[in-house]
């Protein structure tokens, strides 16, 4: 029977991608293994290439779309869910700094670089035209200058610009990327690195895990203390939310339920409508926790540099890049190239492996996100909706006089 590699869905893909290059890397010559060195070299400098017109095509837009609305509840709304998402990404890196040392074997250091021991057959260079600092400045100085000066051509042509670096991820290197990371796993069990390597990240993923729960719990414990009602209860209600998640690894494709659920909840219509969706764009606590994680991860492994104040440089810089994140499985750690490699000095190895982890526990994170715009809508409800009473009540007030 024809196996259809497409329906197979990104993640298995990547998983019999992984197994097969840790399987066959025992087995084939180098000869063999050169051509793949060769295709990862190639995929490696178009993807390089791809980085910053990555954050121009989907940033510039985003921020076109968010600059134009105006109004009290947006800034609240923007604000509260990009400081969770920070405080995120501190957590995660903190209990790495923690814990992460004490489970990482020093003899895995370096192993990505004895990967790339193995050469191409022949090298492709193809330089970026922006570096990834004059990609995401000049994002926000268009984006910011179409929202104030409403010009609707350079809108509408950013917006097809967006479609386009869209359609290229999901037709030219979601479909490769399997392919790509097969070709890593391969060089790196043909250097005798690959089985610490996943010894070492299954660790990494089970603390991970862990720490999404604990998200999810002081996000709602928060929430019910600032809205006065039983922050178990809160959670309960957002369970078939965090289950469709699950299952559609997609913060859009969950929004039906996720705002049916936050109803549910006593948010009120106005702003449950509002805050599920744009939270579903820019509230991804969970996904900065893990791609936080597995980067510090990789550079304790690599021996790069990873001391808070550059951490907290890239988680800052990252919060910004996947509110852009397009909505393909892997769209944020695609979005998330550009601090990866710009900030933390990550070569294309590196950041393949950040991608396929990330995609590997893709609907956890998803499912994170979405449990904590629940939490986000009953705290903009409660704060929004009392400086609405308190306005009315003054209302009335003068009214009488």
């Given amino acids: 029977m024809h196996l259809n590699m497409k329906r197979l869905g990104l993640l298995p893909r990547i998983i019999i991608a992984i197994v097969l290059g840790v399987i066959i890397g025992n087995v084939l010559p180098e000869g063999w293994v050169r ?3 060769t295709f990862n070299y190639v995929f490696s400098q178009f993807l390089g290439f791809l980085i910053p017109l990555i954050i121009v095509g989907l940033v ?29 990404g501190l957590l995660g890196y903190a209990t790495g700094s923690m814990l992460f040392p004490m489970l990482i074997d020093t003899n895995v ?4 670089d004895k990967a790339e021991a193995l050469k191409p057959y022949f090298q492709l260079d193809i ?20 929202a104030y000066t409403d010009s609707p051509t350079l809108k509408k042509g950013f917006a097809e610009f967006r ?47 862990v720490l999404h729960i ?11 203390s600032i809205s006065r009602k039983n922050p178990l209860r809160l959670l309960v ?22 705002l049916e659920q936050t109803k549910k909840n006593g948010v009120s219509d106005e702003i449950a409508s509002f805050c599920v969706p744009l939270c579903a764009t820019i509230h991804i606590a969970g996904s900065m926790m893990k791609i936080t994680c597995c980067a510090l991860t990789v550079c304790l492994i690599d021996g790069l540099p ?43 190895e590196a950041q393949a492996l950040i991608i396929a982890l990330y995609i590997a526990m893709d609907s956890f994170g998803t499912a994170c996100n979405v449990t904590g715009d629940g939490a986000l809508a009953v705290i903009i409800d409660k704060l929004h909706g009392g400086r609405n009473a308190n306005n009315k009540a003054q209302n009335r007030r003068r009214g009488g006089l």
């Fill in 163 to 209: 479609t386009i670096i869209e359609k290229t991820i999901q037709t030219a290197i979601i479909p490769l990327l399997p392919l790509y990371i097969f070709g890593i796993f391969l060089s790196m069990t043909f250097t005798g690195e690959a089985y610490r390597m996943i010894v070492v990240f299954a660790k990494i993923i089970g603390i991970i895990f």
């Fill in 214 to 224: 604990l998200i999810i719990a002081y996000e709602y414990l928060i929430a019910g």
């Fill in 109 to 112: 250091a370096m192993a990505i």
């Fill in 60 to 88: 510039t837009p985003a921020v076109a779309d968010i600059g134009k609305a105006a109004g009290r509840l947006l800034l609240l709304t923007v604000g509260l869910a990009y400081a969770n998402t920070i405080v995120a």
């Fill in 306 to 348: 990873h001391d808070l104040p550059l951490f907290l440089h890239f988680i800052m810089l990252l919060g910004v890049c996947m509110v852009a994140a397009p909505g393909v499985p892997g769209g944020a750690a695609m979005a998330a190239l550009g601090p990866l490699a710009g900030v933390l000095g990550f070569m294309p």
């Fill in 127 to 146: 330089p970026a035209i922006l570096d990834v600092m004059a990609a995401l400045v000049s994002s926000f100085v268009v984006g910011i200058g179409i």
């Fill in 35 to 37: 051509i793949f060195v």
């Fill in 237 to 258: 209600n957002m369970v078939p939310a965090y289950l469709t998640a699950l299952g559609t690894s997609s913060s859009a494709a969950t929004i039906p339920v996720t």
